[in-house]
């Protein structure tokens, strides 16, 4: 018994395969495709058989196995556990933490730059504070070196006051 006896038996794939010409080793299809050509009968039907049918795997076309639409794969069918259910609320606990910390650290920065806006506007005023009591303290020591000149300051003060309030008066 040898190796091709296992093929000549014609139950290699299914049991209750029928033989037919179209998947035999004496027979080449023909190039219309509806037809054989046997070396032992001739041209015959692609269905027709005889009793020298010796099977070939190599010639016979499988049917192709249709995809149903709608089925389920094994991935629709996936029942979650306890245990992969606690591993998943655990992720998502701590990518909740995760968001706060940022938040908490974005409030702390902000918080920070604000405190930096308020010393450096604490400054600024404070630096036109003395800017302006040096200016002050210039004034009063001209008018205690020149009590004239500070007579005239207060007059032309005066004056330009007296303008002012003409001009909001007209208007």
Do not use: H, W
């Amino acid at each position: 018994m040898g190796l091709l006896s296992f093929f000549k038996s014609g139950n290699y794939f299914d049991k209750g395969m029928t033989p037919k010409c179209d998947y035999c080793q004496n027979g080449k299809r023909a190039r219309d495709g509806n037809k054989v050509l046997c070396e032992k009968r001739g041209l015959v039907d692609c269905s027709y058989s005889c009793s020298k049918f010796i099977y070939s795997p190599l010639k016979r076309i499988p049917v192709k196995q249709l995809n149903f639409v709608g089925s389920l794969a094994d991935e629709d069918i996936y029942i979650e556990s306890a245990g992969d259910r606690a591993e998943r609320e655990k992720q998502q606990a701590e990518a909740e933490k995760e968001i706060q910390k940022k938040a908490e650290a974005r409030e702390a920065a902000l918080k920070k730059q604000e405190e930096e806006d308020e010393a450096e506007e604490a400054a600024e005023a404070a630096k036109a504070a003395e800017a302006a009591k040096a200016a002050e303290t210039e004034k009063a020591a001209e008018t205690a070196e020149d009590p004239d000149a500070a007579e005239s300051q207060e007059k032309s003060a005066e004056n330009a006051e007296g303008e002012n309030s003409a001009a909001s008066q007209e208007g």
